[in-house]
């Protein structure tokens, strides 16, 4: 019927039934974080003791009646602009995020947010002037799938504040549902949110006050990422210099259309540093998903398949992660959870820097070309290889 057999009908439903069936079993995993409350954006008082991050929130997501929640999961009419200050705890371990048992929170001992104002794209520039500091440097953060609007602001705020970042926080928000059975839709509404993505790196680039931009972006959230920076290159003849890095961390993205991503780039784009780990269980359902094809955050660098992949582009790192847990049980957010990926991040990448095996002290790790990958110590917890030697 219609040019599909009985059998091929079977296996497709067997298929949907397990993938269903992992994204439960994921779900089962993480039911833990079905006790954080919802309404933590709601503004409270500041307390001393405590670190803040001031970012910018912009976000493709439609507004929410709720003060706490401010976007919900769906679609907005445009993109919304809100200036969010975050308090952070002291006395904390790099890498984790104290999320309130009850609305509101205690600042001295949680997560909370101490101010948040709605901005108008106009004033995107003045806010760019007087957050920039002499960097002049702008970190921009898309998060993942399965992402709430609060958990993408507190995560972020996490990351900008643990890595130090000397650099204006710009969070991207695109419409993630937080549900984990609604993948297919998440990455619809990452799709429909990459051209105001590039938009908003446009005005950040044009932004006089503003001389670098480092763009990270986890999971998913790599697919819009990468999309927007190649469609300002298609309609510009070339990346801006002022984007300097882009980091992609355990990117959701297949690897032959990650090469053709970057290939249409051209030459003038930015340095590009990818965060892998093999043991990402996220990434493994996802690949699942897509029929057995290897996520990009899931390769193990030393194979010659993704050599060959890699091989003659220049500017391309790949930091291997596989033997570090940290975070969640899924290792999907090691980036930020793992105080040695985080500290990389804002000692090496927000600084315009390359990281190298020289960065990754002894006897922690080793490093080495992509082609010698045979010769490395594979039980080192971070390895780095430089995606452009040949094998």
Same mark, same amino acid.
């Given at each position: 019927?219609?040019?599909?057999?009985?059998?091929?009908?079977?296996?497709?439903?067997?298929? &949907?039934?397990?993938?269903? @069936?992992?994204?439960?079993?994921?779900?089962?995993?993480? #039911?833990?974080?079905?006790?954080?409350?919802?309404?933590?954006?709601?503004? +409270?008082?500041?307390?001393?003791?405590?670190? #803040?991050?001031?970012?910018?929130?912009?976000?493709?997501?439609?507004?929410?009646?709720?003060?706490?929640?401010?976007?919900?999961?769906?679609?907005?009419?445009?993109?919304?602009?809100?200036?969010?200050?975050? %308090?952070?705890?002291?006395?904390?371990?790099?890498?984790?995020?104290?999320?309130?048992?009850?609305?509101?929170?205690?600042?001295?001992?949680?997560?909370?947010?101490?101010? %948040?104002?709605? !901005?108008? /794209?106009?004033?995107?520039?003045?806010?760019?002037?007087?957050? $920039?500091?002499?960097? /002049?440097?702008?970190?921009?953060? +898309?998060?993942?799938?399965?992402?709430?609007?609060?958990?993408?602001?507190?995560?972020? &705020?996490?990351?900008?504040?643990?890595?130090?970042?000397?650099?204006?926080? +710009?969070?991207?928000?695109?419409?993630?549902?937080?549900? !984990?059975?609604?993948?297919?839709?998440?990455?619809?509404?990452?799709?429909? $949110?990459?051209?105001?993505?590039?938009? @908003?790196?446009?005005?950040?680039?044009?932004?006089? $006050?503003?001389?670098? =931009?480092? =763009? @990270?972006?986890?999971?998913?959230?790599?697919?819009?990422?990468?999309?927007?920076?190649?469609?300002?290159?298609? /309609?510009?003849?070339?990346?801006?210099? /002022?984007?300097?890095?882009?980091?992609?961390?355990?990117?959701?993205?297949?690897?032959?259309?990650?090469?053709?991503? =970057?290939?249409?780039?051209?030459?003038?784009?930015?340095?590009?540093?990818?965060?892998?780990?093999?043991?990402?269980?996220?990434?493994?359902? %996802?690949?699942?998903?897509?029929?057995?094809?290897?996520?990009?955050?899931?390769? *193990?660098?030393?194979?010659?398949?993704?050599?060959?992949?890699?091989?003659?582009? %220049?500017?391309?790192?790949?930091?291997?992660? $596989?033997?570090?847990?940290?975070? *969640?049980?899924?290792?999907?957010?090691?980036?930020?959870? #793992?105080?040695?990926?985080?500290?990389?991040?804002?000692?090496?990448?927000?600084?315009?820097?390359?990281?190298?095996?020289?960065?990754?002290?002894?006897?922690? &790790?080793?490093?080495?070309?992509?082609?010698?990958?045979?010769?490395?110590?594979?039980?080192?917890?971070?390895?780095?290889?430089?995606? &452009?030697?040949?094998?």
């Amino acid at each position: 019927m219609n040019g599909v057999t009985w059998l091929e009908r079977c296996q497709r439903s067997a298929r &949907a039934r397990l993938s269903w @069936l992992l994204l439960v079993a994921l779900a089962a995993g993480l #039911s833990a974080c079905a006790s954080t409350p919802r309404g933590l954006l709601e503004p +409270v008082a500041p307390v001393p003791g405590t670190d #803040s991050v001031n970012m910018l929130a912009a976000t493709t997501r439609a507004p929410s009646a709720d003060a706490g929640v401010l976007f919900s999961g769906e679609r907005g009419e445009g993109v919304s602009f809100r200036n969010i200050v975050v %308090s952070i705890p002291r006395n904390r371990e790099v890498g984790s995020i104290q999320f309130p048992r009850s609305v509101p929170g205690n600042p001295a001992t949680d997560f909370t947010v101490t101010a %948040s104002t709605a !901005l108008p /794209k106009a004033r995107l520039a003045d806010w760019f002037r007087s957050t $920039s500091g002499r960097s /002049k440097r702008v970190f921009v953060f +898309v998060h993942g799938f399965n992402t709430p609007f609060d958990r993408a602001v507190f995560r972020f &705020a996490q990351l900008a504040h643990d890595a130090d970042a000397d650099a204006s926080p +710009v969070l991207f928000s695109w419409p993630s549902r937080g549900y !984990l059975l609604d993948y297919s839709r998440d990455f619809d509404n990452a799709s429909y $949110s990459r051209s105001d993505l590039a938009d @908003l790196l446009g005005v950040a680039a044009a932004a006089p $006050s503003v001389r670098e =931009i480092v =763009i @990270l972006a986890h999971s998913m959230g790599s697919w819009p990422a990468v999309e927007a920076v190649r469609q300002i290159a298609l /309609k510009s003849g070339g990346v801006p210099r /002022k984007i300097t890095n882009l980091i992609l961390a355990s990117p959701d993205l297949d690897v032959g259309v990650f090469r053709r991503q =970057i290939e249409d780039m051209g030459p003038k784009r930015p340095q590009i540093t990818l965060f892998t780990a093999q043991h990402d269980r996220a990434l493994q359902v %996802s690949r699942f998903i897509a029929r057995g094809a290897t996520r990009l955050g899931g390769i *193990d660098p030393t194979q010659e398949e993704y050599r060959n992949q890699f091989a003659g582009f %220049s500017g391309i790192t790949v930091i291997d992660l $596989s033997a570090i847990n940290a975070g *969640d049980r899924l290792n999907h957010d090691l980036f930020a959870a #793992s105080p040695d990926a985080v500290r990389l991040i804002g000692d090496r990448l927000l600084q315009g820097q390359v990281i190298t095996d020289f960065d990754v002290p002894a006897p922690l &790790a080793a490093a080495g070309a992509i082609s010698s990958a045979a010769t490395l110590l594979v039980t080192a917890p971070i390895r780095v290889f430089d995606a &452009a030697t040949t094998p």
